[in-house]
């Protein structure tokens, strides 16, 4: 296990690891999504009139549909199959008046996951110039200033980067690229909130990326896994035991302790 590993594990376990978490992963309240008063409107005017098939398809037009149904993104995806499935678009239309308009409406506009809200978060996080470095979506400058720096553009961009100069092959994206003591460092960043299921595979995703094999480039490159969350906490799970068997030269490092790591490079 890496030094930096056994850090992130004693400041989880031994400080005030959440509150300090908070900074990088803030999660706001989550507001209830809106629906446009005209939209509602419409919603009301197709429940009183029983139109079946004018109702589906403004619901399916908003970003929330009102029942979990498994044919809902098919119809979604292929509106022409409407019209050709109107048995099915009967049964739903049936199931959302059984709801009553009110309770539609309220399933419409329930407030998003947090789980959806922490993509960009460790992205935010890094554009509030946290590390204490420079940040540019320069690539030029990027590859040829001597100074300790950030690369933040877009998903897509930090990739044709990545693959262009690094050798980078994994299929997966990155969230973190960066350049410290001319050495450069690629990895992804991960607040794991739960054990188990999806958790569990971007915990995979994560090591996989730090394990993943780099064409040859004139650069040194560093791959890394920046994780947070339940990971550090100690038993005999899944996830700690991913900790335990990790090699010597894994780096698996909080966000927390990011700038530390990058600083003694």
């Known amino acids: 296990m890496n030094i930096w590993t056994k850090r992130s594990i004693e400041l989880a376990n031994q400080r005030d690891y959440l509150d300090q978490l908070f900074k990088v992963y ?11 008063e005209n939209v509602v409107a419409e919603i009301r005017n197709s429940f009183d009139s029983k139109e079946n098939e004018p109702l589906i ?10 029942v979990k149904d498994s044919y809902v993104a098919y119809l979604k995806r292929d509106n022409t199959s409407i019209s050709r499935n109107p048995q099915t678009v009967n049964r739903l239309a049936g199931a959302i008046y059984s709801m009553g308009f009110e309770d539609t409406i309220k399933q419409m506009t329930l407030p998003k996951e947090t789980n959806r809200q ?13 590390l204490g470095v420079n940040i540019t979506s320069d690539v030029k400058y990027f590859l040829s200033t001597t100074d300790n720096i950030v690369f933040d553009a877009s998903d897509a961009a930090m990739e044709v980067f990545a693959r262009s100069y690094l050798g980078y092959t994994h299929e997966k994206g990155l969230d973190f690229i960066a350049k410290f003591n001319s050495k450069f460092v690629i990895g ?13 595979a971007q915990l995979a995703d994560a090591i996989n990326t730090m394990r993943s094999s780099l064409n040859k480039t004139d650069f040194e490159v560093i791959k890394i896994a920046i994780l947070d969350g339940v990971i550090y906490i100690p038993g005999n799970h899944k996830m700690k035991n ?22 003694t490079l």
Do not use: C
Request: proline fraction near 6%; hydrophobic fraction near 40%.
């Open 57 to 66: 398809r403004l619901l399916l037009q908003q970003e929330l549909f009102p």
């Open 242 to 263: 991913t900790l335990s068997s990790s090699l010597e030269d894994e780096v698996i490092v909080s966000a927390l302790l990011l700038r530390d790591y990058l600083y």
């Open 26 to 36: 803030p999660m706001s309240n989550n507001l209830s999504r809106e629906l446009p």
């Open 188 to 200: 992804e960043a991960k607040f794991l909130t739960d054990f188990g299921g999806h958790q569990n």
């Open 118 to 130: 922490i993509g960009p978060l460790f992205k935010n996080w890094i554009k509030s110039r946290a």
